[in-house]
């Protein structure tokens, strides 16, 4: 699909660089180059792991929490 549209979006170009050769064809150039960032938004996905990696360490200071106020209690006492 992405070459599909891609490819219509080539030969819309170029047909309108021949229709019209006119400079302000040059910044319809620079929208073309967006389309193929968007099949790169799948990579996405990805950066959810990321958010995972800090639930980890989460785990370790929940215990410690824990141990912190036992242990000065118990043999404080």
């Known amino acids: ?12 170009v170029s047909l ?3 229709v019209s050769p006119v400079s302000p064809v040059s910044p319809v150039s620079p929208v073309s180059p967006v389309s193929p960032v968007s099949p790169v ?5 990805v950066s959810p792991v990321s958010p ?6 989460v785990s370790p ?3 410690m929490w824990l141990m912190r106020p036992m242990h000065p209690v118990q043999p404080g006492r």
């Open 1 to 12: 699909m992405s070459l599909v549209s891609l490819v219509s979006l080539v030969s819309l």
């Open 16 to 18: 309108v660089s021949l």
């Open 41 to 45: 938004s799948p990579v996405s996905p």
């Open 52 to 57: 995972v990696s800090p639930v980890s360490p």
């Open 61 to 63: 200071v929940s215990p």
